[in-house]
Structures are given as structure tokens and as C-alpha cells.
């Protein structure tokens, strides 16, 4: 996972944990993707440089949010965040959904891909958060650029069109 290019070594690195709304965020350290905020509302806590750094998090549904973390070595430093939510967008919908790979499981997503999955180069969810029967993404009817680097799937990077009130399939395969 892109963590470890955060952090060289222990006398050098701290952790951040955030809680707050919503936990579906996506969270960067220094312009590095390192996971989710929370998965079934419980933060993750991720390796970080110490010193001052700059913490992001990103969730399409809301405005993103920055803030500034200083980080001591071995220590956890936590903080709160709430993002304003961005207007409802208005149907009608396509949906985007991955096919293939392993089976989802509905017991527990930590064990999922957690890739970013990048729609016309804003983030937009997870991998596994789109490869499951519930999953997908439902965006008004167009043409975009998704785009994902998956641990698991490998690679995609290419433009996808959505009809209204259609599914359309990304299809993928485990490596």
C-alpha cells in the first residue's frame, strides 16, 4: 500500500487518526493517498512523518477538507473533522460497477481493496465499494475518465460511457 513511502523510519514517524463525519473519506498525508478515515465507524490510524504535515480528506459527496497536523515521533495524533455536504445531484442515474475478481464479503470490508477509485480526476470511492452486489456508483448519463491502481486488480485507466437508468461494468480479474 502507498503508506509506506510516507514514513522511513520509527525515530522519524508518528500516526494521525481522525474521527468524524463522513467516515467514508478518503485521507492524504502530504498529497499521499494512505486509506480510508474509518471503516464501520471506526478511524484508522496511519503512519505519518513527524513534523508538521498537511492532511486531506476527500469524499465526492462533500467539500473536500484540509487541515495542518504536527506529528511527534511514536505518538498518535488524532483530530476532528466534519465536511459540509454538497447539493444532492439530480437523477437520472447511471451506475458504475466493477465485475469480477473475488467474491465481496458483507461481514467485513477491511479485508476489501481500499484503492481509490478516480473519476475525471477527483476521487471517488473504493474498489470494493464497487466490486459488490449493493456497490456502484450512480452518476448522471455521460462520458468519463475512471481511473484506478489496484494492489489486487491492477491497473485501469481508461473512459467509460453511462446511459441512464443502465449499469455499466468495468471488468476485472485478480492477479
Do not use: C, H, I
Given at each position: 500500500m502507498l503508506v509506506q513511502g510516507l514514513a522511513t523510519g520509527a525515530d522519524d514517524e508518528g500516526f494521525i487518526r481522525g474521527r468524524g463525519k463522513p467516515g467514508s473519506a478518503g485521507v492524504w498525508v502530504n498529497g499521499t493517498y494512505v486509506g480510508p478515515a474509518s471503516r464501520f465507524t471506526?478511524?484508522?490510524k496511519y503512519p505519518a512523518p513527524a513534523g508538521e504535515v498537511e492532511v486531506t480528506l476527500r469524499e465526492p459527496r462533500y467539500k473536500e477538507f484540509t487541515t495542518k497536523l504536527t506529528v511527534r515521533p511514536g505518538?498518535?495524533?488524532?483530530?476532528?473533522?466534519?465536511?459540509?455536504r454538497l447539493p444532492e445531484?439530480?437523477?437520472p442515474f447511471g451506475r458504475l460497477r466493477l465485475r469480477g475478481g473475488h467474491p465481496e464479503s458483507f461481514i467485513s470490508v477491511t479485508a476489501g481493496d481500499v484503492s481509490p477509485i478516480y473519476v475525471n480526476g477527483q476521487f471517488y470511492g473504493y474498489v470494493d465499494e464497487?466490486?459488490?452486489p449493493g456497490g456502484g456508483l450512480l452518476m448522471p448519463p455521460g462520458e468519463y475518465h475512471v481511473k484506478?491502481?489496484?494492489p489486487t486488480y491492477?491497473?485501469?485507466d481508461s473512459r467509460v460511457t453511462l446511459e441512464?437508468?443502465?449499469v455499466t461494468y468495468i471488468e476485472i480479474e485478480s492477479r
Open positions: 471506526v478511524p484508522e505518538k498518535t495524533t488524532k483530530f476532528r473533522y466534519r465536511m459540509e445531484p439530480q437523477p464497487l466490486n459488490n484506478f491502481d489496484s491492477g491497473s485501469y441512464a437508468n443502465k
